[in-house]
């Protein structure tokens, strides 16, 4: 009898610890959803530049910090107005807490492309950053015929939820976003 309610004992302080562990993972995935929509809400823009680098025109928007220390910067690529990109980098204490990018990425398709057949998909991916090795990441996208579906069906992708991907190497995806984030800074002269 003193093994069973050992095992029970045990168990239920496993289940416990895992419930406790689960319910940690969504407060700061909450924590960092809703610091970056009030941030949206109450965002004032600072300056703005534009960068023409090549064929590909990139045009910046950085915003004001505000009380909590959060500020973004927005880049719009136009890559010779074919496939449009956007990024949006939610800073705080010059560390990434977020990152949004959406637009239209095209298909690779072999020989020519047939009636009703799809050419691309119009997409948005966002990811979390909590720490170096807490990261999650959520997509959703909409396939498109042609490129000119991409700004009628914004709001029909607007509408689908997102699904959340597993990150296979949080540290690499983080130190990849930091570089990637301070490159910018510099580029910038932030």
Request: hydrophobic fraction near 35%.
């Amino acid at each position: 009898m003193k093994n069973i309610v050992l095992v029970l004992v045990v168990a239920s302080l496993m289940f416990s610890c895992q419930n406790e562990e689960n319910s940690s993972a969504m407060d700061w995935e909450q924590q960092i959803g809703k610091m970056v929509s009030e941030y949206d809400n109450s965002a004032q823009l600072d300056y703005s530049k534009t960068i023409v680098e090549g064929n590909q025109k990139i045009e910046f928007l950085i915003f004001k910090k505000n009380s909590k220390g959060v500020y973004k910067i927005e880049g719009e690529y136009s890559f010779e107005d074919v496939f449009p990109l956007k990024m949006v980098y939610y800073v705080k204490n010059d560390k990434v807490i977020a990152t949004r990018f959406s637009g239209l990425s095209p298909y690779i398709n072999k020989g020519l492309k047939r009636e009703g057949q799809k050419c691309c998909s119009s997409f948005q991916k966002l990811k979390y950053f909590n720490s170096e090795t807490e990261v999650v990441y959520f997509k959703k996208h909409i396939d498109l015929l042609s490129g000119e579906e991409f700004e009628s069906r914004k709001k029909e992708l607007t509408l689908i939820d997102f699904v959340k991907s597993k990150v296979e190497n949080p540290q690499e995806e983080y130190e990849q976003t930091m570089n990637t984030f301070l490159e910018l800074k510099e580029k910038l002269k932030l």
